[in-house]
């Protein structure tokens, strides 16, 4: 591999027991309920909670029915309806919403459905289930990746010494020759293989077309990719017509989100398009857009732009510490920090909380946590403030809930301000003056 940073090579061949799939916490269905009978609250994260008994977990549903008893020593979360359950450290399965064993716990080693099979490793060997619970494909291959556009990358040995990568089809059928030193998951119709330590890409036909000359390859995302040059070890933009789009001067890939790329060259970030054309000027930081703004720094001080170039907060304020890249809206309002104080300003950039704060967080539930005389406090979106400054630490707002800290014990409020968890201590006082 060359020194070019990518943010998307992804091997797909060595995939953990854990659970890899993540979901956007904002698309799920999120129910808190508080049980007084543990303490505690009960997440119903898309209607079903976990359960634990003697140690050992399970799910139940929000109407209390225990669809899998605790019998596992570890669980993940649901990704759609199917969910990663362990035995034991390395003994791993897998159930549906309906508490089916689709993967019995006797799997080394197994990842959530991708293009309806399910890749499984047992006895050092992978295979692959159905969705329905049936073995598709008997574990028979060293490596293995996921299905992607109806193909897997697999390892054949020809001897104790040789082997090459090839594909096969969800039949077992080998369908592209195992005539590659190396192979990554199809993506968008193309994948990435490996000849002598260069790369190159090929068609769910096997057909080469791109040439195997490059020492780097991202794989195709939204009909775009970036090769590095062997030569200058510079990477350049291509289109799913495989033209090159930019020349190669790159030297880093940084991200990619909402149509543009962070690229790096001569130590410089800038935000290329999905047609390769350069935007917005040259930046120290250049931070991903997110919700048409981003984060941008030159010369130690920090401003926010939009994704038509237009900075929407001069470049002109402080962003220190574990902050550093936070610049980002939240509810229509981003953290400022200038001259050690903080405060908030809207998308026109005008100031709309003064910049008075020792410290604080971002707006969340109409909320924000802030810090005065080394106190902290709540207040509203529009500055009213809602508390006095009288707890040590405070967090902000997740599916109505937020951490506080008062006379060195935490507690859980809501948003009305009411206490809901370790709630013994906590001063009747202390509610939100809504």
């Known amino acids: 591999m060359s020194r070019i940073s990518f943010f ?61 008893e605790p019998i596992y020593k570890f669980v993940d979360k649901f990704n759609g309806n199917y969910c990663i359950v362990y035995k034991d450290y390395g003994q791993c399965g897998i159930v549906d919403r309906n508490g089916k064993i689709i993967v019995p716990t006797d799997c080394q080693e197994v990842n959530y459905p991708t293009d309806g099979m ?28 996921g299905f992607s556009n109806g193909l897997a990358t697999v390892i054949v040995d020809f001897d104790s010494n040789t082997f090459g990568y090839g594909f096969i089809d969800r039949n077992n059928n080998i369908v592209i020759e195992p ?50 040059d062997a030569l200058s070890e510079k990477a350049a933009l291509f289109d799913n017509r495989f033209r090159q789009l930019t020349p190669f001067v790159y030297d880093k890939i940084l991200s990619f989100n909402e149509d543009f790329y962070v690229v790096e060259r001569d130590s410089m970030k800038t935000y290329l398009d999905t ?11 250049a931070a991903p857009f997110t919700d048409g703004y981003a984060m941008v720094s030159r ?46 300003v809207n998308k026109s950039g005008q100031v709309v ?15 924000i946590p802030v810090q005065q005389f080394g106190m902290w406090a709540f207040i509203d979106k529009n500055g009213k403030q809602l508390t006095d400054f009288v707890f040590d630490a405070a967090s902000y707002f997740e599916w109505g809930r937020a951490e506080v800290v008062y006379n060195g014990t935490t507690y859980k409020i809501n948003t009305d301000g009411v206490c809901v968890k370790n709630c013994k201590t906590y001063p009747k006082n202390l509610n939100f003056k809504l």
């Open 353 to 367: 909380i003064p910049i008075v704060y020792e410290s604080a967080q971002h707006c969340t539930e109409g909320l």
């Open 118 to 145: 399910i890749r499984f490793r047992r006895n050092n060997l992978y295979g692959f289930y159905d969705t329905a619970g049936n073995i598709a494909i008997q574990p028979q291959y060293r490596t293995v990746s």
């Open 275 to 285: 047609k390769g054309k350069e935007r917005f000027g040259f930046y120290n930081i």
């Open 299 to 344: 010369n130690g001080k920090y401003g926010i732009i939009n994704n038509r170039g237009k900075i929407v907060l001069p470049i002109q304020y402080d962003n220190s510490g574990y902050r550093s890249m936070l610049y980002i809206f939240s509810e229509n309002i981003a953290m400022v920090e200038k001259d050690g104080k903080y405060g908030f």
């Open 8 to 68: 998307a090579i992804l091997a797909a061949l060595a995939l953990p027991c854990l659970a890899l799939a993540q979901q956007d916490q904002n698309k799920e269905k999120v129910v808190i309920v508080d049980d007084e009978a543990c303490g505690c609250e009960l997440y119903f994260i898309d209607g079903i909670q976990t359960i634990r008994r003697d140690g050992l977990f399970g799910f139940k549903r929000e109407d209390g029915t225990v669809f899998v």
């Open 179 to 228: 005539k590659f030193q190396y192979a990554y998951a199809f993506s968008e119709g193309t994948a990435i293989v490996k000849n002598y330590d260069r790369l190159g890409m090929i068609d769910t036909n096997g057909n080469e077309v791109l040439p195997i000359k490059y020492i780097d390859i991202t794989p195709m995302r939204n009909g775009r990719f970036f090769a590095v």
